[in-house]
């Protein structure tokens, strides 16, 4: 869905929480157009006011629309920054 950038922040937030994909369960957003638009603290506390589940993976801020419990199926152990800002051929830079 896309919105206009000249929505105010309430239209824009009623627009987000009123979309069908609320009703099938999962929405997302990209953070920079929550920063831009509302606000995180903002859309955090409208996810908050309507007992939603909210969890951030990589530049997305993806909202579960139920009261259910989120099982993390499988947990994989992600790299640390480290091992994802340095070349694969770390130890010719640690020399």
Known sequence: MTLPCDLDPGTWLRNVFSAKAVGRGVI?????????????????????????????????????????PVRLVVNRDPPTLSQRAWPADLATYLR
Not at 29 to 38: F, S, Y
Not at 44 to 65: A, I, K, P, S
Request: one cysteine or more; proline letters at 0%.
């Open 28 to 68: 997302h957003r990209a953070i920079r157009d929550v920063e831009r638009n509302v606000g995180r603290d903002a859309f955090l506390h409208e996810v908050r006011r309507r007992g939603f589940t909210l969890v951030e993976n990589g530049d997305q801020l993806v909202v579960f629309c139920n009261r259910e």
